[in-house]
């Protein structure tokens, strides 16, 4: 996996390798990762796109799909905990997007 920053234009500003799969992007995942994520989330033109009523159900089910995904690639031993991980996640996704708490 990897994470790709672009500027306005579409043009590459950095990359970052995240891992193989999602499972192992967690296990790698670094807190500038988070923070530059946590920034680009934050921008100003995307918080009122991210906010509107019509994109809401459409990121729901981004990521109920890429959840399930996670899930289909965990390790039976790890199921659990990575479902609740991922969930617990984008209930705090949905949380923010519907402006009922702050990232």
């Known amino acids: 996996m990897l994470w790709q920053q672009v500027d306005e234009d579409g043009f590459d500003i950095a990359r970052k390798v995240l891992g193989r799969d999602w499972i192992d992007a967690v296990a790698r995942a670094e807190h500038e990762v988070f923070d530059a994520l ?3 989330l934050l921008e100003p033109e995307q918080i009122r796109q ?3 009523a019509d994109r809401q159900e459409a990121l729901r089910n981004s ?3 890429r959840i399930e995904a996670i899930r289909s690639a965990a390790p039976a031993s790890e199921l659990d905990a990575v479902s609740l991980a991922w969930s617990e996640a984008a209930r705090a996704a949905m949380r923010f997007v519907r402006q009922e708490a702050m990232l």
Do not use: E, L, T
């Open 38 to 40: 946590k920034k680009a």
């Open 63 to 65: 990521m109920r799909r």
């Open 50 to 52: 991210i906010h509107a």
